[in-house]
């Protein structure tokens, strides 16, 4: 098993450009999670979701998309970036358990200029 | 969500247990206890949790408080390699408790 892997590992985005990061899990997990992550501090979660069509907003959703059409993808769209979304973002999915214990991608490092 | 503070670092010597603490006064009693932690430029990995009992898995042992308003990450002999931030984190059985709410964490330096 891969894991959840994440594309591209670094980017560097004009201000006002979009793009799309692609998380991708080969474990059947039912949930699935995007943080960010700026230096010398801790994650905090942009959007989740519990299945495929089924999206929900966390902490810092402003300036994010996301879609799950399939079980195994969940991408990140930043429409218009800002230097604010210069951050390093994680992908991360788990399944329904007592554990609940989530498994991250490598991340991207992503720069807006 | 219930919150954790955690030391913003400690040291420990390379081969010699260390005794990672985390205070969470607040905890619901459905809440679990997570530790997490992410090594230099990685996502973070799951390392233990539990709930009112100890627990130990192959990476780590977890102490907890008869109360359960603290708890301790033990690393029995660190390694250069255990260098990294370890977050503890609570997580319930609510709504939103499939999230996990991470803090600043403790930087664990391991020396030589």
């Known amino acids: 098993n891969a894991g959840v892997t994440q594309t591209p590992k670094f980017r560097i985005l004009k201000i006002g450009q979009s793009m799309t990061l692609q998380c991708t899990q080969d474990?059947?997990?039912?949930?699935m999670y995007w943080y960010r992550q700026d230096p010398g501090m801790g994650l905090k979660l942009i959007y989740y979701?519990?299945?495929?069509?089924?999206?929900d907003k966390g902490e810092v959703p402003n300036g994010y998309n996301v879609s799950r059409s399939t079980t195994e993808d969940f991408p990140l769209r930043l429409e218009l970036a800002a230097p604010s979304q210069t951050s390093v973002y994680f992908c991360?999915?788990?399944?329904?358990?007592?554990?609940?214990?989530?498994?991250f991608g490598p991340g991207t490092r992503l720069t807006v200029t | 969500d219930a919150k954790t503070t955690q030391p913003n670092s400690m040291e420990s010597n390379e081969e010699e247990p260390v005794h990672l603490p985390c205070n969470h006064s607040?905890?619901?009693?459905?809440?679990?206890i997570h530790w997490y932690r992410q090594l230099p430029s990685q996502g973070p990995e799951y390392v233990i949790h539990?709930?009112?009992s100890n627990v130990n898995n192959r990476m780590a042992s977890l102490a907890i408080a008869e109360d359960r308003k603290s708890s301790t990450l033990i690393l029995h002999r660190a390694t250069l390699r255990d260098a990294a931030v370890y977050y503890c984190?609570?997580?319930?059985?609510?709504?939103?408790?499939?999230?996990?709410?991470f803090g600043s964490g403790t930087q664990l330096t391991v020396l030589p």
């Open positions: 991360a999915s788990s399944s329904p358990g007592h554990s609940y214990e989530q498994y």
């Open positions: 474990m059947n997990h039912n949930y």
């Open positions: 979701s519990v299945g495929a069509g089924i999206t």
């Open positions: 607040t905890i619901s009693g459905t809440d679990y």
């Open positions: 539990g709930l009112t």
């Open positions: 984190i609570l997580r319930g059985f609510s709504g939103s408790a499939r999230q996990l709410t």
